[in-house]
């Protein structure tokens, strides 16, 4: 009788443990380090200048995490970047319109929820991020001393120091097979971009603010190991 019971709880025991094995196969979390590479299309939203959107470049790296039996993953993103826009300036002695181009360089933070569209080939990325950025620089020094259009005591270099925190969104779709994935992404700037500006005295025959909102489009190929 002895023999039997021990014989039944060895029995019960390693079916529990194989049908814990089983489960822990089966729904094994899977994490993934990846670089990311691609193309940006900067642009500011705001009434204070006339902008228009130029393209840049990105690369950064991806800390991912597989799991099999949600409905979503999630990955965490570190991107470094070059964007650049055009803003509408003027000379001052002829009044001559052009567009100079501006670059910003940023470091991105970002934590993204991918819910999966057509299992983990297709996911809705959308999530949080956190962005420190330098000066908006002149790319070319010869544009100093023009003016901002639209401002008679605003000059091209006086508009650099904009705000260095910002706090944005990320929207966007990934798709792919494997450990190969291309993703198309927009970020939208929550927070004003051109706030540091108001803390300057431009002398300007005007009150009003400035202020404005990143609009980013990002488009960039993944590679997971």
């Known amino acids: 009788m002895k023999k039997?019971?021990?014989?039944?709880?060895?029995?019960?025991?390693?079916?529990?443990?194989?049908?814990?094995?089983?489960?822990?196969?089966?729904?094994?979390?899977?994490?993934?380090?990846?670089?990311?590479?691609?193309?940006?299309?900067?642009?500011?939203?705001?009434?204070?200048?006339?902008?228009?959107?130029?393209?840049?470049?990105?690369?950064?790296?991806?800390?991912?995490?597989?799991?099999?039996?949600?409905w979503y993953n999630v990955s965490y993103n570190i991107q470094l970047s070059e964007n650049n826009i055009d803003i509408l300036g003027e000379t001052p002695a002829t009044a001559r319109e052009e567009y100079i181009e501006y670059k910003m360089l940023t470091a991105q933070l970002s934590f993204l929820l991918h819910v999966k569209l057509i299992s983990n080939n297709v996911t809705l990325d959308v999530g949080p991020m956190l962005q420190y950025n330098g000066e908006l620089d002149l790319k070319d020094d010869s544009k100093e001393g023009f003016l901002v259009t639209g401002y008679d005591n605003l000059f091209t270099e006086d508009i650099s120091d904009i705000s260095k925190f910002n706090v944005n969104g990320a929207v966007g779709l990934s798709a792919g097979?494997?450990?190969?994935?291309?993703?198309?992404?927009?970020?939208?700037?929550?927070?004003?971009?051109?706030?540091?500006?108001?803390?300057?005295?431009?002398?300007?025959?005007?009150?009003?603010?400035?202020?404005?909102?990143?609009?980013?489009?990002?488009?960039?190929?993944?590679?997971?190991?």
């Open 177 to 225: 097979f494997g450990s190969f994935r291309l993703r198309a992404q927009y970020v939208y700037g929550f927070t004003n971009i051109l706030g540091k500006l108001n803390d300057n005295d431009f002398n300007l025959n005007n009150s009003d603010r400035f202020e404005g909102n990143q609009s980013l489009l990002v488009f960039t190929a993944l590679i997971t190991f």
């Open 4 to 70: 039997t019971k021990h014989l039944l709880l060895v029995t019960i025991c390693l079916a529990f443990v194989t049908m814990s094995y089983g489960q822990h196969k089966r729904y094994a979390i899977k994490n993934g380090i990846g670089i990311q590479g691609g193309i940006t299309q900067f642009d500011i939203i705001t009434d204070n200048f006339k902008t228009k959107s130029n393209t840049g470049f990105l690369g950064g790296l991806t800390a991912s995490v597989n799991i099999p039996h949600k």
